[in-house]
């Protein structure tokens, strides 16, 4: 069983990682297998939402910005060649507290790296979006060229469109490889054998099940709980264009408006406990649900005693400082991670997938800070 055909890449994991690793490097020519233990962003995958935030700003880190940058383009160019509308450009307001000095410093960076921006003092803020209430916000500032990306659906136009240029996909849930040296093939559960000249292991919060000695203390995937609220009849200030995408990092809270008429989003951002992504219970807490309930009153008072008329429950597959893990399996020479997206790499798939093909072909610059060298075994976030 399994495949004659020897590939010259093997990715396992079809979440937005894998998909725009495997689609890259078809794209270069590279006779790719693309292996998925569920389907593409499936429900339980990190991608598997319904909607993920791209925006520019990083504070004073210049990398993941110009990553985004990267990134919002071929979403955009792939989105237009593919003729599928995934991206909203609803716009991001970052809102901060009283505190306004990393506010002032993202602006700052963004400025510097060309990014159009929009700063929004705490009177302007409340005259344009009368619907929220900014009692403990110091001052804001609006991405008005970012946005949404419609994450499942991109997921699987991405994995479509590898398959359209030639790369090959397969069900399949790959076992742990053991050994040193070069690994010749890797093996499926089901005894299937796939060989390839490397294999890159894009499988998120699985990348600790799966390499439980190297990755296990290394990769923190968390329970992370959204909501989404049902909107009055007719009522349009929740929707774009009257309201934006926005996060607020002194609360830990983000949301987005009610897109498609699936509802208000929001979300914490704080890292819920430790979970295992294949059992978790997908059922929300309802000490959290009452928490949301009582932010959305005090900050959307014309949402207070909303329905919540959707849940989800996924996990953020955090590294200790939310630097993404990209690099060579310590043993096996021809064995490579990608991951470790910490609850902010889903509008990087682009240029990771791109980055991955480049390090896979000796073309690009190694980046230090997505060595496995730096990523230690205690938690302390310092990438938003
Ligand atoms: C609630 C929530 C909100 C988020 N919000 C944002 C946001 O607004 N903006 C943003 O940029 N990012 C956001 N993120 C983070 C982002 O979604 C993730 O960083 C990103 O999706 C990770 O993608 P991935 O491909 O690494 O992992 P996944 O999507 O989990 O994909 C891994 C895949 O590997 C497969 N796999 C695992 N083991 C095996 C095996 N043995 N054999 C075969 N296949 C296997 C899995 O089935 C899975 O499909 C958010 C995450 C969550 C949970």
Redesign the pocket.
């Known amino acids: 069983m399994g495949s004659n055909q020897r590939y010259d890449v093997a990715v ?7 998909a725009w690793t495997a689609w890259h490097l078809a794209r270069r020519g590279r006779r790719v297998l693309l ?4 389907g ?3 429900t ?6 319904e909607s ?3 925006r520019m700003g990083y504070g004073p880190d210049e990398l993941y910005t110009h990553w985004s940058q990267r990134s919002l383009a071929q979403w955009k160019e792939f989105f237009a060649a593919t003729q599928q509308p995934l991206f909203q450009e609803t716009g991001v307001l970052w809102l901060a507290g009283e505190d306004t000095a990393y506010l002032l410093q993202t602006e700052e960076t963004l400025r510097r790296c060309g990014v159009q921006i929009e700063h929004l003092d705490r009177a302007v803020l409340e005259r344009r979006y009368p619907q929220i209430v900014f009692d403990n916000v110091g001052a804001g500032f609006l991405e008005p060229e970012s946005g949404l990306l419609l ?1 499942r659906r991109a997921v699987a136009a991405v994995v479509a469109d590898a398959v359209k240029q030639g790369a090959d996909y397969r069900l ?4 742990t490889p053991r050994g040193a040296g070069r690994l010749d093939a890797i093996e499926a559960f089901s005894g299937e054998r796939f060989s390839a000249g490397a294999y890159v292991f ?5 990348l600790g099940k ?1 390499f439980p000695e190297i990755l296990g203390p290394r990769i923190f995937p968390s329970r ?1 709980e ?1 909501f989404f609220f049902g909107v009055p009849a007719g009522d349009a200030r929740f929707a774009p264009p009257a309201m934006p995408t926005w996060l607020f990092q002194a609360d830990e809270v983000y949301g987005m408006p009610d897109l498609e008429s699936r509802g208000f989003k929001i ?1 914490l951002d704080h890292h819920g406990e430790r979970v295992d ?1 294949d059992t978790q219970s997908r059922m929300v807490t309802p000490a959290v649900a009452d928490w949301v309930r009582s932010y959305v009153a005090r900050r959307f008072p014309a949402l207070a005693g909303a329905p919540i008329i959707e849940t ?1 429950v ?4 955090n590294t200790s400082n939310g630097d993404f893990l990209i690099d060579r399996h310590p043993e096996l020479e021809n064995v490579w991670f990608a ?1 470790g ?8 798939g682009p240029a990771l997938g791109e980055y991955v093909a480049g390090q896979l072909e000796g073309s690009a610059k190694p980046e230090p800070r997505f060595s496995l060298a730096t990523k230690q075994t205690a938690q302390k976030r310092a990438v938003y």
Request: one cysteine or more; proline letters at 6%.
């Open positions: 396992v994991g079809a979440g937005v990682f894998g292996l998925e233990a569920y593409p962003a499936h339980r995958a990190s991608s598997g939402g993920r935030i791209i994450a399949a849930a790959v076992e894009a499988c998120g919060p699985w799966l992370q959204v979300a992504p989800r996924c996990q953020y597959e991951g997206g910490s609850g902010h790499g889903f509008k990087h």
